[in-house]
Nanobody, 120 residues
């Protein structure tokens, strides 16, 4: 079971990025997949999550209206579309899976993450 986050990079404030979380060894269909981020010197926070059992999604307040989580079951991949990026979005972004739900604390299969830097 493995999740690989990719798609990070350097973007100017107000820019857009799309992160990908590709799953291998299991199907995302029956899992909740969460996106998390950790900025330097800060605790890891959950950014968004999609529960693929019912399609429900959640977002942390700071990204609502700017980020969109989605899934492509054919590609077994979850995406995080990030728009109107701000410098405070700078962080390493990770994805992880949860067999129970988005609100459960037991996320697993953490990969190495992908760095997002928002700077002019």
């Amino acid at each position: 079971v493995q999740l690989q986050a990719s798609g990070g990079g350097l973007v100017q404030p107000g820019g857009t990025l799309r992160l990908s979380c590709a799953a291998s060894g299991f199907r995302v269909d029956d899992y909740a997949i969460g996106w998390f981020r950790q900025a330097p010197g800060k605790a890891r926070e959950r950014v968004s999550c999609i529960d693929n059992s019912d399609g429900s999604t959640i977002y942390t307040d700071s990204v609502k209206g700017r980020f969109t989580i989605s899934v492509d079951f054919a590609k077994n991949t979850v995406y995080l579309q990030m728009t109107s990026l701000k410098p405070e979005d700078t962080a390493v972004y990770y994805c992880a899976e949860n067999l129970v739900s988005c609100t459960d604390d037991s996320f697993y299969s953490w990969g190495p993450g992908t760095l997002v830097t928002v700077s002019s």
